[in-house]
């Protein structure tokens, strides 16, 4: 059964996703574990639950439009991006390792400024 995820963007990292601040989304709620987000998924890899990994992964490969290396490094998103699972940091929930659950709210901000 597929999970719908609200997906917020600020601090002008909406920027990057054609300036638009609020996505809905519906992802599988098993994923590949090697966070491969082609669609159809390749049946033979092992899985699971669907996590905010998968969940940044899927941004980067569906919806960014710019500039992959202003969002993410090395497998999570840049220094500097303020990560909340509903209204929590998620290094209170775990980071990337947080299972998503059907309608949960991520909000990402970048903390960064030109200058």
């Known amino acids: 059964m597929p999970l719908t995820v609200r997906i917020e963007f600020g601090g002008g990292l909406e920027l990057l996703f054609s ?3 609020k996505h809905k989304l519906t992802i599988p709620n098993m994923v590949p574990k090697d966070n491969d987000t082609k669609i ?6 092992e899985v699971k ?12 490969d569906h919806l960014l ?8 490094e090395n497998s999570t998103v840049r220094p500097g991006i ?14 990337g390792e947080y299972e998503l659950k059907d ?7 970048s903390t960064l400024h030109g200058g």
């Open 82 to 95: 303020l990560v909340l699972i509903n209204d929590t940091d998620w290094e209170l929930e775990g980071e």
């Open 19 to 21: 300036n638009e601040k």
């Open 65 to 72: 439009k710019e500039r992959p290396s202003l969002f993410m």
């Open 103 to 109: 309608n949960d709210e991520i909000i990402l901000i």
């Open 49 to 60: 639950p669907a996590d905010v990994d998968y969940l940044i992964h899927y941004l980067r």
């Open 40 to 45: 159809p998924p390749d049946s033979s890899k």
